[in-house]
């Protein structure tokens, strides 16, 4: 049964699945239940999600009372009769007092006593601000606080008190990165898990902040030209790719099924480390040559990005993958292990150890707000680079090739031409004029060819980064959730884990500039190479059609 309210006090959300609403607009209540502060309802222009509603029943004609400083610990507070009441939207016949309903009372922190009561078919807070909860009386999640929005006295005395006070609520959208992720789990110490040495993943502080401590025996691993393979007597065919990790020098054979299964349980394992994206999927097509080509040079990238993290290089799983061989008992016996793994979402938390100093949490939300304007203003750029790129390359494949094709073709009909005068000394000059022809053809051919040379790896590694930017949303949003602000001292194992989720997001993010730039350095350095090698064999073929106008005489 529905239920209509009117807000008594503005409040701002600040986190996804809250509503910001204003004094005196009304709002609609989905359910009469309660939960530690939170009401489901909506409001004028579409359905929202949970929310704290600071409210008083619009069916009151009285005042409500006037707005107080922060509750005791009683999570579930009741409202007195004389405070509120509650009208159905389809009866709209007045709630009271329940049979054998009683009070209570609890006080502020500055010392005022309030009466609570029952009122029939719901349990509400008492105050009509946000709820500011002692992080004492209640577990400590991580999520954002939550402040009330009062009188300009009520917001100051709110912030003096909040040196000594903390406010936390579970997250009700239980979608919710944060929470999916196991961010909220371990924030509230409900991760549980032995972790073993080799387990261990440090985050060291280097000279520009926190960073995965490196890995003592770095290894790359090459991917060969797949093999087409097949089985069920024929019946079905797939690709095979060669794997030789430096570490081993074992070639391993593995499907592309393969690699999305890893990807898969890196993902589930490492929620605030950017798994690289494989090369996308393809139903159609899987065996022609371009595509194997493009997919190829995808995984190389894919694989160069794995090898060179020092958490993801040497975990258990990808381990497992560039290993065991054809012993199809041993690889489905690894694969088991991998997926019954416990140190998963808020158990992964448990494997990272952090400086002995703790972060600045005012610096880190700095640097987490320049993160985020940065990844968006990249993934912008990428998206107008590879779109000018490809048109650039679809120019010289196609435009480019066809004139400088038209260029050749007229003088080489121009040499003919000129053969028709049949005069010995002419000769000379009409082979020439020719070859000048063929020269400009096999220029336009050197144009058709070149951006799988230069222009295509750009495009490849952009597509690669933008898979890295995708991830970050998700990543800063378990950090996000992960910040507990005005939490008392003496919430030291708090702080601690709060601590834990930012170092290891700061260090992902360190890895990730570090390795962006020495892949763009590398990837702009080859294009340039590329280019001069280009126009060099541009300039080469030209210099050999002149010397033939020199031979002529």
């Known amino acids: 049964m529905a239920l209509k309210a009117k807000v008594l006090y503005d409040f701002h959300s600040e986190n996804p699945g809250e509503i910001s609403i204003t004094e005196n607009e009304l709002v609609t209540l989905f359910s009469e239940e309660e939960l530690e502060g939170w009401l489901e309802g909506e409001k004028a222009g579409g359905r929202l999600a949970s929310s704290l509603l600071p409210m008083w029943r619009s069916s009151r004609t009285t005042s409500p009372p006037a707005p107080t400083t922060t509750a005791s610990p009683h999570l579930n507070p009741k409202p007195d009769p004389s405070h509120a009441s509650y009208t159905s939207s389809d009866s709209q016949s007045q709630r009271g007092l329940g049979a054998g309903s009683g009070g209570s009372s609890f006080h ?24 500011r909860v002692s992080a004492a009386a209640l577990p400590c999640t991580g999520h954002h606080l939550l402040r009330g929005r009062g009188s300009a006295q009520n ?18 959208n239980r979608f919710s990165t944060f929470v999916k992720s196991g961010g909220e789990a371990f924030l509230l110490g409900e991760a549980s898990a032995f972790v073993k040495d080799g387990d261990r993943i440090c985050v060291v502080m280097g000279k520009h902040g926190p960073e995965w401590q490196e890995d003592p025996y770095p290894f790359t691993c090459t991917i060969d030209d797949p093999t087409k393979q097949t089985k069920f007597k024929g019946m079905k065919s797939y690709m095979s790719y060669g794997l030789t990790p430096t570490h081993t020098s074992i070639q ?11 990807y898969a349980r890196l993902v589930e394992r490492f929620p605030v480390i950017s798994v690289p994206h494989l090369p996308e999927k393809q139903a159609t097509g899987r065996f022609e040559e371009d595509f194997i080509s493009k997919r190829r040079k995808g995984l190389i990238w894919w694989m160069n990005h794995m090898t060179s ?24 016996q690894g694969k088991r292990k991998a997926e019954r793994d416990e140190l998963v979402g808020a158990n992964f938390f448990l494997t990272i150890s952090t400086p002995a100093v703790p972060l600045d949490l005012q610096e880190v939300e700095s640097k987490m707000e320049g993160f985020k304007t940065f990844t968006k203003r990249m993934d912008e750029n990428i998206v107008v680079v590879n779109a000018t790129i490809n048109e650039f390359a679809h120019k010289q494949m196609a435009g480019f090739k066809k004139e400088y094709q038209k260029v050749g073709q007229s003088f080489k009909l121009l040499a003919q031409a000129f ?23 096999a220029i336009g051919d050197y144009f058709a060819e070149q951006p799988r040379q230069d222009l295509d790896p750009i495009s490849d590694l952009l597509d690669l980064y933008r898979g890295h930017l995708a991830n970050f949303p998700d990543i800063i949003h378990v950090q996000k959730g992960g910040e507990v602000k005005d939490c008392p001292k003496q919430e030291g194992d708090l702080h601690d884990r709060c601590n834990i989720i930012s170092c290891a997001t700061l260090a992902e993010i360190q890895h ?32 050999d059609a002149l010397q033939r106008y020199d031979d002529d005489q």
């Not at 500055?110 to 009509?128: C, D, F, R």
């Not at 391993?252 to 890893?262: P, S």
């Not at 082979?431 to 022809?437: D, N, Q």
């Open 419 to 441: 053969e028709l005068d049949q005069q010995a000394y002419s000769a000379g000059l009409n082979k020439a004029i020719a070859y000048t022809g063929d020269a400009y053809e």
């Open 252 to 262: 391993v054979n593995r499907r592309y099924k393969h690699f999305d299964w890893l």
């Open 155 to 172: 917001q100051q005395q709110q912030q003096q008190q909040a040196k000594s006070s903390a406010t936390v609520g579970r997250n009700l």
């Open 512 to 543: 990730f500039h570090r390795t962006r730039v020495r892949d763009f350095r590398s990837q702009m350095q080859h294009h340039l190479r590329q280019q001069i090698g280009f126009f060099q064999k541009i300039t080469a073929k030209l210099e």
């Open 108 to 131: 502020t922190q500055s010392g005022q006593a309030m009466t609570t009561g029952t009122m029939t078919g719901m349990t509400l807070l008492q105050l009509l601000t946000p709820l």
């Open 309 to 332: 993290h020092p958490v993801l290089a040497r975990c258990d799983v990808f381990q497992h993958f560039l290993t065991c061989g054809a012993d199809e008992k041993a690889w489905k």
